[in-house]
């Protein structure tokens, strides 16, 4: 697998050094899952391509995060990693005979030499190359036709996973680097998306930009970006993609990451078209969220993160003449959830909401979410490693508003402020954090500023 714009990010002799480290790091945590689940050996199946209903075509191809802790390999199905503790683990590579489709060539990359590489032709071909005796192999993956022949396997087991999942949320130093790589891929994208906002391009237009300055194809970034204009803002997820400018252009969000060798960005940036009461507004929650950020270190509980998030949110709409009540009141009544309803923030690394956000051990335990907010996707303590989005918002969303208007909340809400604000749908500013024992290091920020050097 290329790896994009690699003159511009970490060398391949960087990158080699770092991936072996990891894959170190892999092989040891693996072993030892292994041996307290009572396993010999591990399986780990990359996706298969899933045909469309009463078609012969398939959906774009989308690896499996379990897959990719092992291999930065994300555009080939039905791959297998193979491990047995104490041994290099082989690659099974899919490389079948076929004249409708290029099949893919045997890897050669930084990652490479630490694999067995066996080139296997079809799925029996990947059978023939394990051990006869499967009944002590964990298998990772989906149950893709045929697997009920490999006799033996245990699918999926939830105690593995556990431990697995656990550990994946601290980053060894080359994930860190490949989450750099992301960023600043994600981060030019940005400046180029809004450049094109600027100039007047419908959401179409700014998701090309994006994909063309990232040099990224639709499916292989980590999720499709979310654009909005003017009160689109206000969807959360927004996922259309007109094609017409609108008449007015207020503002935009957008929520657009990039992927590094698996590793995934996961980038929001809210612009005003003019200066005034939104511009001032989107000011006002830059600083709130770098407030934030200058919290994150090892040892914090991410549930105080986030109801702090809302302590701030309640002096800010205070502050802005958003609310008819104090501060203190609004945290109370909970007015902040009509304004901010999501979480503040979660676990960032092979997937966008990466695996283990909840958990308090790895044999068992989950941690609790803070009453009244339902959506948070992390309660972990940060550990030194840990990867995290901060993302805070303020929307101005009509269904919550409604709800707002119908019940005691009314009379605490500033209504005609409000109104002259809905046009503009809503702000949300996201950063990738790396955890520190002291602090945190900004992926985003520092990826911002890289793209502004000369």
């Keep these: 697998m290329a790896v994009p714009h690699l003159q511009e990010f970490p060398s391949a002799d960087t990158l080699e050094h770092l991936f072996a480290a990891h894959l ?5 945590r693996t072993a030892t899952a292994l041996e307290a689940c009572g396993y010999r050996d591990l399986l780990v199946h990359s996706g298969s391509l899933r045909p469309l209903f009463q078609d012969d075509r398939t959906h774009p191809f989308e690896v499996n995060a379990p897959f990719k802790v092992w291999t930065p390999l994300s555009d080939v199905p039905d791959c297998f990693v193979h491990f047995v503790p104490d041994r290099p683990p082989r690659l099974l590579f899919h490389r079948p005979t076929d004249y409708w489709y290029k099949p893919a060539p045997l890897p050669q990359a930084y990652w490479t030499d630490r694999f067995e590489i066996v080139p296997c032709s079809d799925l029996q071909g990947a059978r023939a190359a394990l051990p006869e005796d499967l009944s002590h192999t964990a298998y990772l993956g989906e149950d893709f036709g045929g697997l009920a ?5 245990a699918l999926n087991p939830p105690r593995l996973i556990r431990h697995l999942d656990y550990h994946r949320a ?10 750099r790589a992301a960023n600043r891929l994600g981060a030019r994208g940005h ?19 994006f994909l063309a300055a990232c040099g990224q194809r639709e499916q292989e970034l980590p999720y499709n970006p979310i654009i909005a204009l003017n009160e689109n803002g206000a969807v959360l997820h927004y996922q259309m993609l007109e094609r017409e400018v609108p008449p007015a252009r207020r503002s935009l969000l957008i929520d657009a990451g990039a992927e590094f ?12 078209h003019e200066t005034g009461e939104f511009a001032d507004l989107i000011g006002r929650m830059d600083t709130l969220q770098q407030t934030l950020c200058a919290q994150v270190k090892a040892g914090i509980d991410w549930r105080e993160v986030h109801l702090r998030a809302h302590r701030l949110l309640a002096a800010l709409l205070a502050d802005a003449d958003l609310l008819t009540c104090s501060a203190e009141e609004a945290i109370d009544s909970q007015v902040t959830t009509v304004f901010l309803p999501h979480g503040v923030g979660h676990l960032l690394g092979l997937q966008v909401h990466d695996a283990g956000g909840f958990m308090r051990a790895p044999e068992e335990g989950d941690i609790e979410r803070p009453e009244s907010h339902p959506y948070l996707r992390l ?3 940060l550990e030194p490693g840990f990867v995290v989005t901060m993302e805070p918002g303020l929307y101005f969303i009509d269904t919550l508003l409604a709800a707002a ?3 005691r909340r009314r009379r605490l809400i500033r209504w005609s402020r409000i109104e002259s604000l809905r046009p503009y749908g809503g702000i949300r500013i996201e950063d990738d954090l790396a955890v520190t024992a002291t602090g945190c290091e900004n992926l985003t920020r520092e990826a911002f500023n890289a793209e502004n050097a000369p």
């Design 24 to 28: 170190s790091a892999v092989c040891r």
């Design 191 to 209: 400046r180029a998306a809004a450049r094109v906002f600027t100039a007047g391009g419908s959401t179409f237009d700014i998701e090309l930009a």
């Design 170 to 179: 601290v980053k060894t130093p080359y994930e860190l680097a490949c989450l």
């Design 405 to 407: 208007r119908a019940d």
């Design 379 to 381: 309660t972990r303590v």
């Design 149 to 153: 022949g490999w006799a033996g396997l």
């Design 261 to 272: 060798a698996g590793y995934a960005s996961d980038i929001t940036r809210t612009y005003a």
